[in-house]
């Protein structure tokens, strides 16, 4: 069974810092998953990594296959990035093993 | 892009009621749902795994018997929490997989279950 662990736990930020969660897992995966949680309970899909880097808008996603490492980055953060950023791997056609969540504020 | 929505948003039940919460995928064939749950400030668990026309797998410790899950066409999943108590009081979320490829999931919005 895959472990997930992420940090930090909670995070509090300015307004317009640069954001950095990470996540490392145990297993060998075929993807990763970086989910956003709003306080109201829904879940968006942020990424979908299996190698590499991908960016959308602020948010940038790197994954280190080798060293079962992610990281999820936010640049120029703003209140509305206040989330928990849930980090969930998977492998082949199986469901998602998921971290506890980082809890993200970001003050004005 | 693919959505998924998920029915109710959230419901309030008498102990010893059953509640029903739909997981429909709105513009692709969904081969496969999961099911997941989450209990306050604690991180998201996989209850079970449904593909069209057969038998969930449920994980270890998800009782099949109370929490009925049917996955009867491409485009709809519902989990039935039988006899629900208290404890089963938590936020309950679909996700779905197409055809497209095994990575790609679309979340529902989730349901938030209470039962008093």
């Known amino acids: 069974k895959n472990e997930v662990e992420q940090s930090p736990q909670n995070l509090t930020a300015q307004e317009g810092e640069f954001i950095t969660i990470n996540c490392s897992y145990s297993v060998g995966i075929s993807a990763l998953h970086w989910l956003q949680q709003h306080p109201g309970g829904g879940i968006v899909s942020l990424f979908m990594?299996?190698?590499g880097k991908k960016k959308h808008g602020r948010l940038i996603a790197t994954i280190n296959i080798q060293e079962k490492h992610s990281s999820l980055h936010i640049t120029a953060s703003h209140p509305r990035d206040s989330a928990v950023y849930i980090c969930a791997v998977g492998v082949g056609a199986d469901g998602l093993t998921f971290g506890k969540g980082t809890h993200l504020i970001i003050q004005p | 892009g693919a959505v998924v929505s998920q029915h109710p948003s959230w419901v309030i039940c008498k102990s010893g009621t059953s509640v029903k919460i739909e997981c429909r995928s709105l513009d692709f064939q969904a081969t496969t749902m999961f099911w997941y749950r989450q209990f306050p400030k604690q991180s998201l668990m996989l209850m079970a795994t449904?593909?069209?026309?057969?038998?969930?797998?449920?994980e270890q410790g998800v009782e099949k018997d109370k929490f009925l899950i049917n996955h009867a066409s491409l485009t709809l999943s519902t989990l039935t929490v039988t006899s629900a108590h208290p404890e089963d009081s938590s936020f309950y979320i679909c996700?779905?997989?197409?055809?497209?490829?095994?990575?790609?999931?679309?979340f529902g919005a989730g349901s938030r279950l209470t039962v008093l």
């Open positions: 449904s593909n069209e026309g057969s038998k969930a797998t449920y």
């Open positions: 996700s779905a997989r197409g055809s497209s490829g095994a990575n790609v999931l679309t």
């Open positions: 990594l299996s190698s």
